[in-house]
Structure formats: structure tokens, C-alpha cells
């Protein structure tokens, strides 16, 4: 296992589109995190699961943006009626309910909105 | 939530050490981190200090820990240009980290 997986790295989209972003924690992980991060600025979180159930979600995760993760291992969000303000980097993390002192991230997604 | 505030910049000579400041308002913060991010990559978790300790070592990297001011500090020794990245300092309560703008260290020759 190589560390937290992100799918794709990169995505251009137009404006109204949807867009579904992948993340495949680290295989043991039962936490999963999102953050965004916009240029110049540090990554804000958005939401995260333990297992399937989703704990929490950051009022900046708005009615268009949806996450899931159904058998609690991979996740997925994903955007509808894309915005320009939509562009950004799409950071997933993961770590252990039991220890999670140490969070890993991926490499992020990058989505550009045209 | 948490505010962490850093310093944007900080222009180093090879060879010397790099410190980077930060400073952050929750007191019930139980760990800080530092974390390294390369032009378009993810974040590289670097090094972490728990709320009740003043100081960690770790190889070439240095944190202390001020509560009493809610400042965190990096000290990077004996920097190397692949020093040169972002440096974003993150607090974390329960589970979420609260993370800085970032501190664009430039290493140079």
C-alpha cells in the first residue's frame, strides 16, 4: 500500500458541469477526510467519514457537493452545476479511529472550471 | 474554529537554518503539525508536537512549542534547495485540522 490514492489529478471542466472526484485511503484507515485548499491559502476542511457514516460536513460543502463513501472504504465527491468559485485543489487525508494523530494526504485533485 | 496565522515568506541561504513562525488561538489545540506541500502535490506531513510538550527533534527539524503565547516555531538546519516548498503549520482539536495559509520557504544558493 502505497499511501492515499486521488483519481484524477487533474480535472477541466465546463461551468454547469458535474464533477466526481475519487479517494482511496490507505488500506487500514477508517477515518477519511476532504479539504479543499484555493491558490494561496491553506486546505479548509469540508467533511469526513469514519467507516460509511458521514460525522460531519463544513458549511462550505453547499447543497451541490456530495460525498460518500458506501462501504467505508473508498470515497467519492462529487460537485453538480459546477462554479468558477469551484476551482481548487480537492485533498482527501485519512488516518485510524484508534490513532489518529497522524494524518496522510494525497495528492489532491486539481479542478479548473472553465 | 481555529485561526493559525504565518508569516508568507522567508528567503534562506543554503547551508544556514530556516525558522517559521506560527501562531494560533485555540488553547484546547491537543496536537500541532507541520506539513511540507511541493508545487502541485499534496501535503507532506513533516512533524507533529503534542499540545503538552515544549520541544521535538526530529533529524534535521526542530518545533517548539510557546502555549503560554500560542506560538509554534520550525527551525530547519543546515537547509537544502530541496527545502524550498510550502510550509503550513495546522492545529488540531478533535479531529480536523485547522491549517495556516502557508509559508513559501525559497532556498537559495
Known amino acids: 500500500d502505497t499511501g492515499v490514492s486521488q483519481n484524477p489529478r487533474h480535472k477541466i471542466t465546463k461551468r454547469g458541469q458535474n464533477v466526481t472526484f475519487r479517494c482511496d485511503p490507505i488500506?487500514?484507515?477508517?477515518?477519511l477526510y476532504w479539504y479543499r485548499q484555493t491558490l494561496g491559502q491553506g486546505p479548509e476542511f469540508l467533511t469526513y467519514?469514519?467507516?460509511?457514516?458521514?460525522?460531519?460536513k463544513s458549511r462550505l460543502l453547499s447543497d451541490r457537493f456530495s460525498a460518500e463513501r458506501p462501504k467505508g472504504s473508498f470515497s467519492t465527491l462529487e460537485i453538480q452545476r459546477t462554479e468558477q468559485g469551484d476551482s481548487a485543489m480537492y485533498l482527501c487525508?485519512?488516518?485510524?479511529?484508534?490513532?489518529?494523530?497522524?494524518?496522510?494526504f494525497g495528492q489532491g485533485t486539481r479542478l479548473t472550471v472553465v | 474554529g481555529e485561526d493559525v496565522e504565518q508569516s508568507l515568506f522567508l528567503s534562506v541561504r543554503e547551508g544556514d537554518s530556516s525558522v517559521i513562525n506560527c501562531t494560533y488561538t485555540?488553547?484546547?489545540?491537543?496536537?500541532l503539525y507541520w506539513y511540507k506541500q511541493e508545487p502541485g502535490a499534496g501535503l507532506q506531513l513533516l512533524t507533529y508536537?503534542?499540545?503538552?510538550?515544549d520541544m521535538k527533534q526530529d533529524q534535521r527539524l526542530t518545533v517548539l512549542l510557546n502555549k503560554k503565547d500560542k506560538h509554534l516555531s520550525l527551525r530547519i538546519a543546515d537547509t537544502q534547495t530541496g527545502d524550498s516548498a510550502i510550509y503550513f503549520c495546522?492545529?488540531?482539536?478533535?479531529?480536523?485540522?485547522?491549517f495556516g495559509a502557508g509559508t513559501t520557504v525559497t532556498v537559495r544558493a
Open positions: 508536537i503534542f499540545s503538552n510538550m
Open positions: 488500506s487500514e484507515h477508517n477515518r
Open positions: 467519514f469514519q467507516n460509511e457514516a458521514q460525522l460531519e
Open positions: 487525508a485519512s488516518t485510524l479511529a484508534a490513532d489518529d494523530t497522524e494524518a496522510f
Open positions: 495546522a492545529g488540531r482539536g478533535d479531529y480536523k485540522l485547522s
Open positions: 485555540d488553547s484546547s489545540s491537543t496536537y
